[in-house]
DNA sequence: ATGAAAGCGCTAACAA
DNA sequence: TTGTTAGCGCTTTCAT
């Protein structure tokens, strides 16, 4: 044989470009060509080479393209949690901006782990994702600092980037607490307890904050009691809502920081109203809950779609060369008013 | 300068393993060893490539190492919704797996559109992914035929591929839809509506042909009228459920043919009990909704992450060189009482 | 309108 | 232990 090595790859046993022009009885470049809807190739030349492309099956090879043009058409997404249907919208989002821009979209769950949104982050830039959006897990983003230099767009979403300036898209947490805080203490509450994720995450800090505020607006005391922060499994948000409750002087309501926090906390609630003890206790949550409207739970909506929209159209812009200097976009949240919020406290 | 042609690529301005190499002063396989963890190499030299890949910033482009290997280490997912928690669910599954697997995860949504679903499913393949799970939106999939045969594996989840013979992981529609109209036979109820989606698709068609199983074990007759099988948008949905519900002999109950279709039968029928026109209906949903547990609706539930998981691993272990024939794998329902599927029927 | 040659950044094979 | 060479499948450049 001719050949001095033989190497193996070849992909299962995929044509390429070369043996669909040798069938076709034409030159490599023709191919490529017809492939591309390049001009410049006669009808019938182009069928003969249609013709070979569909009897062999070739699809063109992406990745060796990709090499060549050093552009990938492709943008990575980094959020926190496929299964959550917040993510879930920000991310369906993002991608029909993609698609409309001729981009495929590479999304993937950090599963709030810090480790795994820089080794997820990084792995999307070995595969020279030409842009990137992350939803933050972690709080120090420095690490990206060699890939935005290298010319990798970069967008943050829900959250904004730590120890790096870049662009972010963000929902009004604070102002959204504030404004649902201060809907229970329009309607007569004046001890409000908290409920929320770990301080250390931006947009829980932000709530928190939001709460305080508007509580000190009202010159209201907090009880260190009626503030909740650290992981919103069920088990521990239940407790907290249940040690709320039985203190000498209980909450009258509650404020849940997130939309898990509000699921469990209408379970609860729902529990204690099943079995008749105790009043019941107003609720609004931080975040839209399925079947809320059903339920009447009063909830500060945030827009997910709009946030991996706002995001998405950022990138892009960045991506066809805008050179303006980090901004952050603040998204509104709106109050739904369902009943849970508007419960009064039971008379002194 | 010595060079004939200088074409641009270059990535923005990424270092290459070449210039890795003149900075340490080693030669390009040494670096090649050292970012790939293999072994001969000396401490000293090691600690050399490793400042410089740090001085410059330098990350492995993964598409030449893909051109080359001819593995791309990638799976694909082709879903209709990324936004739906039912797919976000078995995404997510999905992802753990190839990620146990060391593999990266490419998602899609078709969007229920079957263009899309090809479009995608032939992108993903054109970036040569190793695999391919797809949640068919259209009815055939002979057009994956050449890839199948050019070596990626694919399996088919949550429905059946259309006129291919290949491995599918599904939920039992037909078994559980019937469980859930028996149930409400079960509760004396005999005009029971199904409202779901369009009979094309396959899922649908099997939960429809639970329900007529289920009615006519019990021997009941089947009013055209009472089914409606078709798009499931709100409208559509709540204008079916209106027409069975103010006939002259009303359904007394209905089968909701996904989770879709549930919650807009929820909040119409929360409608009615608020607005104290009529008697309840009882409802029975298949498939899960969020806080359907609180609201006491009654389901025939999914494992969407089963589904997820075990459509995986069946890839992987065909990536792994699994040659048994295509196997198709049911993955049971479960019926959970809450409530609404135990209400009777009003005295006639 | 068509094709030959070079090379994208990496890894496999082989030599030193 | 280390380096050199060839080539993965494609696009670019330039010649015909």
Redesign the interface.
């Known amino acids: 044989m001719a050949e001095t090595t033989r190497t193996?790859?070849?992909?299962?046993?995929?044509p390429t470009m070369k043996e669909v022009a040798a069938r076709a009885g034409v030159g490599l470049k023709t191919v490529s060509r017809v492939v591309n809807g390049e001009p410049g190739v006669t009808a019938g030349t182009e069928r003969r080479v249609r013709e070979a492309i569909d009897a062999l099956?070739f699809?063109?090879?992406?990745?060796?393209r990709?090499?060549?043009?050093?552009r990938?058409a492709t943008v990575g997404l980094v959020l926190e949690?496929?299964?959550?249907?917040f993510?879930?919208?920000l991310?369906?989002a993002v991608?029909e901006v993609a698609r409309a821009h001729g981009t495929?979209?590479?999304?993937?769950?950090s599963a709030a782990d810090p480790g795994r949104e820089q080794e997820l982050a990084?792995?999307l830039?070995?595969?020279?994702v030409d842009g990137l959006i992350v939803i933050p897990a972690g709080d120090d983003h420095r690490y990206l600092e060699?890939?935005i230099?290298?010319?990798?767009a970069t967008v943050f979403a829900d959250r904004p980037a730590g120890f790096i300036d870049a662009d972010a898209v963000l929902s009004d947490g604070f102002g959204g607490a504030r404004e649902g805080v201060a809907h229970l203490i329009a309607h007569g509450h004046r001890r409000i307890g908290f409920v929320g994720d770990r301080p250390r995450i931006h947009t829980a800090a932000e709530r928190l904050r939001g709460y305080r505020a508007a509580m000190a607006d009202a010159g209201l005391p907090v009880d260190g009691r009626w503030v909740a922060s650290g992981p919103t499994d069920p088990a521990r948000v239940a407790a907290a809502i249940a040690g709320m409750l039985s203190a000498p002087e209980p909450v009258t309501a509650l404020f849940a920081g997130n939309n898990r926090v509000t699921?469990t906390a209408?379970?609860v609630l729902?529990g204690r109203t099943a079995g008749g003890r105790g009043p019941t206790v107003a609720l609004v949550g931080f975040d839209e809950?399925?079947?809320?409207?059903?339920?009447g739970v009063t909830v500060v909506a945030q827009d997910p779609?709009a946030l991996g929209r706002t995001a998405a159209e950022r990138l892009f812009r960045r991506l066809g060369g805008a050179a303006e200097p980090p901004r952050r976009v603040v998204i509104g949240t709106r109050l739904l008013a369902r009943g849970s919020g508007e419960v009064p406290p039971p008379p002194a």
Do not use: F, H, M, W
Not at 8 to 14: L, M
Not at 59 to 64: L, V
């Open positions: 193996e790859p070849r992909y299962g046993n995929r099956g699809r063109r090879n992406d990745s060796a990709v090499l060549r043009k050093g990938t949690d496929l299964a959550d249907p993510y879930g919208q991310g369906r991608e495929l979209l590479i999304n993937g769950s990084l792995t830039c070995a595969r020279r060699p890939e230099r290298a010319g990798v699921v209408v379970r729902a809950v399925e079947l809320g409207d059903v339920l779609a």
